[in-house]
């Protein structure tokens, strides 16, 4: 069975396009998606800045597209990632009723970093520091994912 991962951010711009990115040059294996909280992006592709700099760590978003985070999501994959308490909170109100799917925050795969969320560089500007903490929390889950399927998580 293939294990399928959502990552989740705010816009699907940033946060969520860079760490399915990520763990896609990581794990090729996988089936991996991302989306936003909100609609504001729908159809955009990620945002520029962000794409340059993961080009820079050899990561290519360009054919990456935004989209909603749908109740669907809930039954069509096996793991969902949210980057920060906002995006985790908006996933439970969208939960289905009775579903059991695990909802994490993506840096509870890198505890080293002493991060409780992906702070979003889209405000802070700091794009580099946002893939250094999904690339470690990457890293974190690919492993994990050595250890067991999702539902151990």
């Given amino acids: 069975m293939t294990t399928r991962i959502l990552f989740v951010c705010l816009g699907n711009i940033c946060r969520s396009p860079a760490a399915e990115g990520m763990?896609?040059?990581?794990?090729?294996?996988?089936?991996?998606?991302?989306?936003g909280t909100s609609d504001w992006h729908v159809g955009a592709p990620p945002y520029g800045p962000m794409q340059q700099a993961a080009r820079a760590r050899g990561i290519d978003l360009s054919a990456l597209r935004a989209r909603?985070?749908?109740?669907?999501?809930?039954?069509?994959?096996?793991?969902?990632?949210?980057?920060?308490?906002?995006?985790?909170?908006?996933?439970?109100?969208?939960r289905p009723e009775g579903n059991t799917t695990p909802v994490r925050l993506m840096t509870d795969f890198a505890p080293e970093r002493g991060m409780d969320h992906v702070p979003d560089p889209y405000y802070t500007?700091?794009?580099?520091?946002?893939?250094?903490?999904?690339?470690?929390?990457?890293?974190g889950l690919a492993v994990r994912l050595e250890d067991g399927p999702p539902s151990g998580f």
């Fill in 23 to 35: 763990m896609r040059a990581l794990r090729p294996d996988l089936v991996l998606d991302s989306a």
């Fill in 68 to 94: 909603q985070v749908m109740a669907r999501d809930f039954h069509d994959f096996d793991l969902i990632l949210g980057m920060d308490d906002r995006n985790i909170a908006g996933l439970e109100a969208l």
């Fill in 125 to 139: 500007r700091d794009f580099d520091g946002a893939l250094d903490l999904i690339e470690a929390a990457a890293w």
